[in-house]
């Protein structure tokens, strides 16, 4: 998948904006503040319908405007060659903000009637600091993580997703509606809303039985990958390197394992096991979203013995590996193989000269697609791309880029 070129208008601080991008290398270069990081996030908006770093649309106006519009021109692959005999094939993404209004998100001339259909058709994986989340965050970061690659792959997965989450909004706020009308005794009253509790708990058994299945074998198959990528970057010759003073007797061996209670107990029995304890809390005890990434350095919690280097490879071996996971040949749509879009937004912090080298020298490979990265230092980022690098570099300041 390539974005041939983007219109930019009114989106955060970048006023107007009309770029043509290179097939694999695209570089923005200036000082924080800027606006390179908004230029990122107009692209994974286009993937996702969001923004990456808000929920609420109007935050993404320019201040003063009352609207804004994204639009990419992208290329892809096409299994089979067009009448004209050409073997690609392009079409335009949309998005256009306005206050008060909801958000017009269109394919070539076609409004999608929902945005869950978009998801999937532009895999996209963003790197960015904001990633240290993912050891420092409780578990909702990490299963996010899982939830976005997976969907990206499979609708039904989102579908299932969506009403899961639904129906656990609906399970916690009958049981704190039933413990407030009976915080004395919780046995044996309020038939009605023990018969309503049941029939929720039927309802999200089918969907977290598919969440956890389509879960566990992500990581089956992701796993593998994090581990070459991890390998890859930290350049370790043995399991004996550690890299932190602190723990000397802790080698650099990451161990990544998915966790579910769904691995060792039937959902159904648990909601009925657990009813009295899931009242008395307010809210629901078991299923998937419980679910977690258990991170590691030999048999040590990563956030407890990592140190920053060991932490910052940790994730990005996760996300590069979310890219190659998402670019394998198996599983894409239509027999195309579109490997995904990668963001590397100031990436280069807190890590050696050497595995930064590793990186870029992994990156520009056949296997990844096309790259936007930023940096704040222009004969910086011309040093770790190297000479040979076919790169395009934009200059942003102050919104604007050239």
């Keep these: 998948m390539i974005l041939q070129s983007s219109n930019i208008l009114n989106y955060r601080n970048i006023r107007e904006a009309n770029l043509e991008f290179g097939d694999k290398l695209n570089c923005f270069v200036g000082l924080n503040g800027q606006g390179k990081t908004n230029v990122l996030d107009a692209i994974y908006l286009l993937s996702f319908a969001k923004s990456a770093f808000t929920a609420q649309d109007s935050l993404n106006i320019t201040h003063g405007e009352e609207m804004a519009m994204v639009q990419g021109v992208?290329?892809?692959?096409?299994?089979?060659p067009s009448p004209e005999g050409k073997g690609d094939f392009s079409f335009t993404i949309s998005c256009g903000l306005r206050k008060g209004v909801k958000k017009q998100f269109r394919k070539d001339k076609k409004d999608y009637q929902r945005l869950i259909d978009h998801i999937g058709l532009i895999p996209l994986v963003m790197i960015s600091p904001s990633d240290q989340q993912l050891i420092d965050e409780g578990s909702d970061e990490r299963r996010r993580f899982m939830d976005v690659v997976?969907?990206?792959l499979d609708r039904k997965y989102l579908d299932c997703l969506t009403t899961y989450n639904a129906l656990l909004k609906q399970r916690n706020a009958l049981l704190?509606?039933?413990?407030?009308?009976?915080p004395s005794s919780l046995e044996g009253r309020n038939e009605v809303g023990f018969d309503l509790l049941e029939v929720l708990e039927w309802q999200m058994v089918e969907p977290a039985q598919y969440i956890f299945t389509k879960r566990t074998e992500f990581f089956e198959a992701?796993?593998?990958y994090f581990q070459e990528v991890y390998q890859r970057?930290?350049?370790r010759k043995n399991a004996t390197e550690t890299g932190n003073p602190e723990y000397p007797d802790t080698p650099e061996v990451p161990v990544l394992r998915y966790v579910s209670q769904l691995q060792d107990r039937d959902l159904r029995e648990a909601y009925v096991r657990t009813r009295q304890r899931d009242l008395i809390l307010g809210w629901t005890s078991q299923g998937v979203h419980k679910d977690d990434l258990e991170m590691k350095l030999g048999e040590w919690p990563l956030k407890q013995v990592g140190s920053q280097g060991q932490q910052r490879t940790f994730v990005l071996a996760m996300k590069l590996a979310q890219a190659l996971y998402l670019g394998r040949d198996k599983g894409t749509k239509d027999n195309v193989q579109r490997k995904p879009i990668l963001l590397l937004d100031d990436i280069f912090d807190r890590l050696d000269s050497e595995r930064v080298e590793r990186i870029v020298e992994m990156v520009q490979g056949d296997e990844f697609g096309q790259i936007f990265i930023t940096d704040t230092d222009r004969q910086h980022l011309t040093e770790i791309l190297k000479p040979n690098a076919n790169a395009k570099i934009f200059h942003v300041e102050g919104g604007k880029v050239e």
């Design 233 to 235: 970057i930290s350049g």
């Design 74 to 80: 992208y290329r892809e692959a096409s299994p089979q």
């Design 176 to 182: 704190k509606k039933i413990a407030d009308e009976q």
């Design 222 to 224: 992701f796993e593998p």
């Design 150 to 152: 997976i969907s990206q």
